[in-house]
């Protein structure tokens, strides 16, 4: 994502009610800031927050988390959920590699990654959010048979991310290469990338992996 430079976003979500500041003190209880004990679902790098918002109105009995590394980006779904209010959604500027400071062992439910950076030079293969490096992190934070549903329109990341979880014994329990033709959509919300390729022709693609019962 090319990063405009917006004047005081940090500020801004720092004095908004609506993003959650120091989100690392709620390590282990994120349930009781939701207050309830419905399960906890995050989205990695949610970009302006689309599908976030379309998840939490549609389910209101699970709670969601919106991830997102910068603050210019985070600003617009922070902005969203001003508007929407929704109870079961909270915000926070964070980033990836700093899951396990974030969210205890078991602590989440399912890991959304919609539309991840591809990182395509080989070299920045562990940067990729489908790496082993994130997955050995996933393996922590998700719950037994735990699931990570991820959805891109570039085929080099969608097969590394097959492999990649392949590789550490995920069990895949679905994959498409072309999700807008499978019969059964109603239920798929729209994140602002897969709005905006598939609108111009570009398949999405989906897989959903459900986390090892023995680590590697
Ligand atoms: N999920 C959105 C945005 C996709 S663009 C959509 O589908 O429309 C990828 C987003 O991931 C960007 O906003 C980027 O800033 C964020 N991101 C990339 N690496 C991240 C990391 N390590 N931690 C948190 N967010 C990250």
């Keep these: 994502m090319r990063l405009k430079n917006v ?18 003190q709620h390590k282990g209880n994120w349930k009781a800031l939701f207050g309830n004990d419905h399960p906890v679902r995050l989205e990695i790098g949610m970009g302006k927050g689309q599908f976030m918002i379309g998840m939490s109105e549609a389910e209101p009995d699970v709670n969601y988390i919106g991830m997102e590394k ?13 508007e929407h209010q929704l109870p079961n959604l909270k915000l926070i500027c964070a980033d990836a590699a700093d899951l396990e400071d974030l969210f205890a062992e078991s602590e989440i439910d399912r890991i959304y990654l919609n539309f991840s950076d591809p990182w395509p030079k080989d070299r920045h293969w ?5 790496s082993e490096v994130f997955l050995k992190k996933y393996e922590i934070i998700l719950r037994d048979k ?36 499978e019969p059964d959509l109603k239920d798929n919300i729209m994140t602002e990338y897969e709005a905006k390729f598939s609108a111009q022709g570009k398949p999405v693609m989906k897989l959903v992996a459900m986390k090892p019962g023995i680590i590697k």
């Design 126 to 130: 562990k940067r990729r959010l489908s």
């Design 146 to 181: 735990g699931t990570v549903e991820m959805k891109t329109d570039n085929v080099p990341l969608f097969d590394f991310s097959l492999e990649s979880f392949a590789d550490r014994g995920w069990e895949l329990l679905y994959v498409t290469r072309d999700l807008h033709s």
């Design 7 to 24: 004047p005081g976003a940090a500020e801004y979500i720092a004095n908004s009610p609506y993003a959650t500041p120091d989100p690392q």
């Design 70 to 82: 910068y603050s210019s980006v985070i600003k617009r779904a922070v902005q969203k959920q001003e």
